[in-house]
């Protein structure tokens, strides 16, 4: 079918190619991180969900996303038309819903080819099986996925590795680079932790730094695996090491915050610092955000789907991911299947077409150029600091404007007095997304309209969302298994925009 390293190459080739300079990090002083949604077409009469390593598929970028920051609470607008958050893995799934939203339009306005075919209900799509989508980011997620532990071995003295992540002297001399004044960096390299395993003594890394997560580390080495939150599959199961070899003498610690009035990190030395398995909010500088973590979002789409609530109108199931590849990096996948997927298993009471369906999670071994640690090597000893680059872009697979280059949340170059006019609006923006769901709407014979949009008058953001019924079902049934419950809501007053 396909391998992780496929994926990645494939991803870093349309990032060169199709991407312009506008909006990339500057060479030696920025760096940035990349996601994206990958279409993969089995041959004719053979399914999407083949085993069959031979089989030989199509592969093509459908949606890309650059980007490393989020708005605090006191930014937000009432009008949609800022992007609150614009990691890389929100921009690239806002980006793949304009595309589906354009693919709807080929399937039930142009009458021309398209992912989707018509589904059994009238008004209704679904997506063709031979089709099935890969997700790739260059990074593990920020908030539950980033808490790794850090081993040490018992019985034999090795270098810091994850897989082949050691065998990059250079990657090793940036692996512990956070700034503890700035949660968007990595450890100092004069860290005492990373100075002891530079020095070759008896720890082993599993997972280091997540470079736009907000990753840190403790300078004290003392609980052991009693200590820790971690759970003993998780550590059994690590690549490479025999159980009861090792414990747990730390762990690499997140930004992103646990949700507030919720139950927290223990904040312990060493290893009983974090609390997995919880909900996490994205860290500000100063002003607090309202946007849950990567993991959490990525968690939530296993369930809901990608499509979100408006496009579920026109949907008979959801748009699932069928694998996540991350690129060359620190990692644990005993810690993305937690963060991904075991928090998401046995919901009860999903509507018909929603359940929790089996992801793959696979790690490639090629790193992006201008990742934090690719820069980091590149640079050497090079005046100044690296900072993650202040725009985002935005790439989507359709024939008008498919690029979008923001910063803050509005379209880079935007000046204060164009705040609020439709120029000053990013085409992945809520207030966006939803003229172009509209649009489409409108350009449909209201007798093929689905009956969700046509038994009831519909005017705002708000009502359109909560009338897809199906969908909102699917959020309260995940909202009942903790931690879901915890999840923060944008006020009503956010989504009353026409």
């Known amino acids: 079918m396909w391998t992780a390293d496929e994926i990645a190459q494939l991803c870093y080739a349309h990032y060169s190619v199709k991407l312009p300079k506008q909006g990339k990090p500057e060479p030696n002083r920025e760096w940035t991180l990349l996601a994206a949604v990958v279409k993969i077409q089995s041959p004719a009469g053979q399914a999407c969900g083949t085993t069959d390593k031979e089989v030989q598929v199509t592969k093509e970028v459908v949606s890309m996303g650059t980007g490393t920051k989020c708005i605090g609470r006191s930014k937000m607008r009432k009008s949609g038309d800022i992007l609150n958050d614009s990691h890389a893995e929100i921009i690239a799934k806002r980006s793949f819903q304009r595309y589906l939203l354009h693919q709807l339009h080929l399937a039930a306005v142009l009458k021309e080819d398209s992912i989707f075919v018509p589904g059994t209900q009238r008004g209704l799509w679904k997506l063709r099986p031979d089709l099935s989508f890969v997700f790739f980011s260059s990074h593990t ?37 956070e700034d503890s004044k700035n949660k968007r960096n990595c450890e100092d390299p004069d860290n005492p932790v990373a100075k002891k395993m530079k020095l070759g003594t008896p720890v082993r890394v599993l997972s280091s730094c997540m470079a736009h997560h907000g990753m840190q580390e403790s300078d004290k080495i003392k609980p052991d695996v009693g200590s820790s939150n971690l759970t003993k599959e998780e550590l059994d199961t690590a690549d490479g090491i025999a159980p009861g070899s090792f414990r747990v003498v730390d762990v690499y610690r997140t930004g992103a915050k646990c949700v507030p009035g919720e139950t927290g990190d223990l904040r ?26 990567c993991s959490d979002k990525m968690a939530r789409w296993n369930v809901l789907g990608c499509q979100g609530a408006l496009l579920m109108h026109f949907l008979e199931k959801p748009i699932y991911l069928s694998a996540v590849v991350i690129g060359k990096c620190p990692y644990s996948q005993e810690a993305m299947r937690r963060a991904l997927t075991g928090r998401c298993q046995d919901i009860v009471a999903l509507p018909r077409g929603f359940g929790v369906p089996e992801l793959r999670i696979e790690q490639s071994s090629l790193l992006f150029e201008q990742s934090r640690c690719a820069a980091q090597a590149q640079r050497a000893d090079g005046p100044g600091r690296l900072v993650p680059c202040g725009a985002a872009i935005s790439w989507s697979a359709v024939p008008e404007h498919p690029l979008d280059v923001t910063a803050n949340g509005f379209p880079q170059g935007t000046t204060k007095k164009e705040i609020g006019s439709p120029r000053a609006r990013s085409r992945i923006s809520k207030v966006e997304l939803f003229r172009s769901f509209q649009k489409l709407l409108s350009s449909i014979a209201e007798d093929k309209r689905p009956d969700s949009v046509r038994v009831q008058k519909l005017d705002s953001y708000q009502e359109y969302k909560e009338a897809a019924a199906a969908y909102q079902e699917a959020w309260s049934a995940l909202r009942r298994k903790q931690p879901f419950a915890s999840w923060i809501r944008n006020p009503p007053e956010y989504h009353q925009f026409k």
Not at 159 to 176: A, G, I, K, L, M
Not at 268 to 293: F, I, N, W
């Open 268 to 293: 312990e030395p060493g290893a009983a610092y974090h609390q997995v398995g919880l909900l996490r909010v994205k860290p500000g500088r100063g002003d607090r955000t309202c946007s849950m973590s």
């Open 141 to 177: 997620p920020c908030g539950d996925a980033s808490i790794i532990p850090v081993l040490e071995s018992e019985e034999q003295p090795c270098c810091p590795v994850v897989r082949n992540w050691s065998n990059d002297s250079s990657v090793e001399r940036s692996e512990n680079l």
